[in-house]
Structure formats: structure tokens, C-alpha cells
């Protein structure tokens, strides 16, 4: 059960984290670098994730299910890392 | 058991997601770098908090708590992109 202080945290972080993606579209559109794009779906994919957890009630079966797209938001991350210091 | 291992993996790569970030800033000194380094570390004490609520403590909720590390962690990010990147 989501108590009302969760629900308003976990819909600060959702709208911070949509802030953040703006931001890094922003930056791409600018400088074309792919390094900001892969951060901006990084983000997105946050924002995504975080508004259905604090959206839907989920089991504790089905709950890790909705962590695997915040592990694909952390690999992104990486690989946007790892990218850009082979590029150079 | 399944659940564990994502709640892990997801501590475990947002911890190297912040290292790389931190690293990449040591080298560059590019400032936007420094928070999202710092983003990380914050998502990744929160992902700490995640598998301590739902593996170690099931019957303490730690949900406020962990939100609102998250919270600060993507607000840092946000200062950062708000007063320290050129427009």
C-alpha cells in the first residue's frame, strides 16, 4: 500500500526525472552528440518507470518486473559512457 | 529469488554508472558531469534502500525514505542543468 507521502514523492521524482529527459533532448538537438540521446531515453525510460509504479498496485510478484526497464535505464548509461570514451 | 537479483543488479549498475560519471569528471572537468556523478550516487543509495525494504526488512516499509533519496538525487541533477550548462 502507497501511503500519501510516497505517492507525492514518486510523482516529484516521475516529473524530475521528465524535466531531466527535456533537458537532454534539448542538448542533443543542439550538438547532435548521441551521447545526450542515449541519456535522454535513459531518463525517459525513468520517468516511464516511475510513473507506472506509482500508478498501479503491484504484487511483490510483479513488482521486480516494473525494476527491469530502471536496470535498462542504468545500462543505457553505460553504454552512452562507454561510447563516448572509444569515440575518442 | 528473482526479484533479488534485479533489486541487486540495479544497485550494482547505478553504482557503475556514477563511478564512470565521476571518473569521466576527474579527467574532463566538464561540470555536467559532476552531477550527474553525483545523480548516481544518490540513485544508487536509493537502490541501496530498495533491497534493504523489499529483501533484508520486508515488514519495514522504507518507500517515503528511499523516495526521497531519489528525490534529492534527480533534484541535483536538475540544479546542475538549470544554473551550470551554458544555454
Given at each position: 500500500?502507497m501511503?500519501?507521502l ?6 516529484a ?52 518486473v ?23 | ?46 537502490n ?40
Amino acid at each position: 500500500m502507497m501511503n500519501n507521502l510516497s505517492a507525492v514523492l514518486s510523482g516529484a521524482v516521475a516529473m524530475a526525472s521528465f524535466a531531466t529527459t527535456l533537458f537532454f533532448v534539448k542538448f542533443w538537438r543542439q550538438t547532435s552528440d548521441v551521447f545526450f540521446l542515449l541519456f535522454a531515453l535513459a531518463f525517459a525510460i525513468d520517468t516511464v518507470s516511475r510513473a507506472a509504479l506509482g500508478l498501479t498496485e503491484t504484487s511483490n510478484e510483479l513488482e521486480p518486473v516494473f525494476y527491469l526497464l530502471r536496470l535498462a535505464m542504468f545500462a543505457l548509461i553505460i553504454i552512452a559512457i562507454t561510447l563516448k570514451n572509444r569515440l575518442r | 529469488m528473482v526479484s533479488s537479483f534485479i533489486y541487486g543488479l540495479c544497485a550494482a549498475t547505478s553504482a557503475v554508472c556514477a563511478g564512470m560519471l565521476l571518473a569521466a569528471y576527474r579527467l574532463e572537468r566538464y561540470r555536467l558531469l559532476l552531477w550527474s556523478g553525483l545523480c548516481f550516487v544518490g540513485l544508487t543509495v536509493n537502490n541501496v534502500i530498495l533491497l534493504l525494504d523489499k529483501i533484508v526488512l520486508p515488514d519495514v516499509d522504507l518507500s517515503a525514505l528511499r523516495l526521497f533519496v531519489a528525490l534529492i538525487a534527480m533534484t541535483v541533477l536538475l540544479y546542475g542543468l538549470i544554473w551550470d550548462t551554458e544555454s
